[in-house]
């Protein structure tokens, strides 16, 4: 089944060259079934980029997706044309009284702000509460998963003695959940942060499970014990060269960057890097995509808070 988009949305042509199955607005109305509602709140400089990343992964299933992009309004992308947001994204107070099967809120390059002092942070705080009445399931990546750790459950966001950045080896430790199912005992996933959550301060949390973490990288996935909320510290959405465009533009910027580890060949950045988590992260998000399907109420209106 497809993921069903605005008929305009940029993302759509580059899609439509990958095969993704897509099914434009007009189209869609055709058809008598309750797709999945997901939202997206891109927090990210360079949306349509991610966009197109999400897209990618949430088109890999059998079920219809009815996407809706979100932004905050209280900050001003500098990466992003006015004229984009203004056509295909929504403000929270024009989503506010809907109901949502999933929502998906991005990572953000505000990692060296404490969470009060983000120029957004008080209406993400909004969001973030909102979820839990509005939301069947929230997927939270990156710094959004730190955000979400730390406003639902006081969990610290710490700084790293240097960028965690590069394709790191991870291990599944509950191969029989929902989320997990069919992961490989040891796969590769994309990390690019400079903060971390101490994993034994998530697994002390009693609403909490750890689902996969690296030896390099520390936690990779926890979960609420209910399904309701996921949190990922890696960016398994990440096109093969997304980590090289990162650290061509620190390098262009002259912050002190190394090149990301395990990810070019011979650790030679005049090479092109392997395209080596991709299996890994179609089938995560097939799997978070099935866990909300088989859970979320029918009738969007019988959601319950928690």
Known sequence: MPIRIPNDLPAAAVLERENIFLMQEDRALHQDIRPLRIAILNLMPKKIETETQLLRLLGNSPLQVDIDLMQVSGHRSRNTAPEHLLHFYHTFPQLEAERFDGLIITGAPVEHLPFPEVDYWEELAHILDWSKTHVYCTLHICWGAQAGLWRHYGIRKLPLPEKLFGVFRHRTLQPDHPLTRGFDEVFLAPHSRHTTVDPEEVARCPHLEILADSPQAGLYIAARRDGRQVFVTGHSEYDRLTLHQEYRRDLEKGLPIAPPVNYYPGEDPAQEPAFLWRGHA?????????????????????????
Do not use: I
């Not at 179609?282 to 928690?306: E, I, K, M, S």
């Open 282 to 306: 179609n089938l995560f998000y097939v799997n978070w995509l099935n866990h909300v399907y088989q859970n979320t109420p029918y009738d969007l209106t019988q959601l319950r808070g928690f």
